[in-house]
């Protein structure tokens, strides 16, 4: 339940752009900070950290390709223990914490799915992070906890799945009609044909008539 299709695709876009044009950031920082003389010496190490986090995290990335689970978590471990200041540690940690979820290691997954909540910079991976340390929360029945990562306002992209999720938390705690409300919500913030939508329906037609 934490890991859902169409929330990955969100982080899936946000990795898509930082390997299309994240090396062109840092060395657009590294060409702008030569301009000052008092500064380069910092300028210099941060775009070493960054290019040594991104040769890491291809490698990373081949052993998700692989399917070697302990390669990856161990990867993950060495980018956001030495590369902290990086984007890539935070797409490092969201990869690490999937690895634990799937191998059920739910305190591991949540430890770093809360790192990514309180040092990512990016306010999109700080998103998909708390929505799915939400979703690992839910899968404990920590409702309370699980609820209160969802009711913070999001981008306008997860709009939607934040309200579905929060829907879902509602549900288990017995509340269908604030069930609903949520469910509502996510399928208005839906795209128009997506697949997604069918299940929002099928979760508001399980409830039957708000009337009844």
């Known amino acids: 339940m934490a890991y859902d299709l169409q929330e990955q695709e969100q982080l899936e876009e946000l990795k898509a752009w ?5 090396r062109l950031v840092i060395l657009a920082v ?14 210099y ?10 040769a890491l995290y291809e490698q990373l990335e081949q052993a998700e ?3 070697d689970r302990k390669k990856m978590a161990d990867i993950a471990g ?7 200041s990086t984007p890539y540690a935070a797409f490092a940690a969201l990869s690490a914490a999937r690895v634990s979820y799937e191998g059920r290691d739910l305190a591991q997954a949540k430890a770093r799915l809360a790192w990514v909540v309180e040092n990512a910079r990016r306010e999109e991976l700080r998103d998909v992070a708390r929505l ?38 509602l549900l288990a705690q017995g509340k269908s009609a604030d069930a ?12 128009a044909g997506s697949p997604y939508r069918a299940t929002l329906q099928l979760k508001l037609d399980s409830l039957g008539d708000p009337k009844n």
């Open 18 to 22: 930082w390997k299309d044009y994240g």
């Open 30 to 43: 590294v060409a702008v900070a030569v301009v000052f003389a008092g500064f380069q010496g910092w300028r």
């Open 45 to 54: 190490y941060r775009h070493t950290q960054s290019l040594a986090a991104v």
């Open 65 to 67: 390709r692989a399917g």
């Open 78 to 84: 060495e980018i956001v223990a030495k590369y902290a």
């Open 132 to 169: 799915r340390l939400a979703g690992v929360l839910l899968d404990e029945k920590n409702y309370d906890e699980a609820l209160k990562l969802v009711e913070t306002k999001p981008g306008e992209s997860m709009t939607g799945l934040y309200a579905d999720l929060r829907g879902d938390i």
């Open 180 to 191: 609903r409300s949520a469910y509502q919500l996510a399928l208005d913030r839906s795209e």
